[in-house]
């Protein structure tokens, strides 16, 4: 990891406006403000995380229950998707499954490696519709 990273950040010119966005970098989850990597490490069931992570334990039960948490939308957007793959995986987990099922299962048949899984999944489902988040 690069010890600064650079968020770019645009204001409308509008004086009436005042909005702002900020583009963050690939490897950042979108709202958390850190790696994909390290909210896998602390995030999924079996993960082992390092102790050289500094993430509260508040973040990291907050980051836990999300993936806990109903993942229907997500399946729906899957199964409408069109794509073969993604698909068969919003078919194998169903309607009632968590996010953490849905990710598991798109590792399963996709071959996504271990520190990219949430990343991946989070990068499929904002292809298939932007503001839709995994986490």
């Known amino acids: 990891m690069p010890a600064v990273v650079r968020v ?3 204001m409308c010119a509008a004086d009436e406006c005042s909005a702002t966005w900020r ?7 979108r709202h ?4 994909w990597q ?3 490490r602390v995030a999924l069931p079996g993960e082992v995380p390092s102790a050289a992570l500094a993430v509260p ?12 948490a109903a993942a229907r939308v997500l399946v729906v957007l899957f199964a409408a998707s069109g794509g073969l793959v993604i ?6 987990v169903g309607l009632d ?3 953490a099922d849905l990710v598991h299962a798109y590792v399963e048949q996709t071959d996504v490696p271990g520190g990219a899984r949430l990343a ?4 499929q489902t904002h292809r298939l519709e932007r503001g839709i988040r995994l986490m």
């Open 120 to 123: 991946a999944v989070a990068a």
């Open 57 to 68: 334990e508040r973040t990291q039960c907050r980051w836990r229950s999300r993936l806990a």
């Open 32 to 35: 958390l403000w850190r790696a």
């Open 87 to 92: 698909e068969s995986v919003a078919a194998q």
């Open 97 to 99: 499954a968590s996010r």
């Open 8 to 10: 770019a950040q645009y």
């Open 23 to 29: 583009i963050l970098p690939m490897f950042l989850a």
């Open 38 to 40: 390290t909210v896998e």
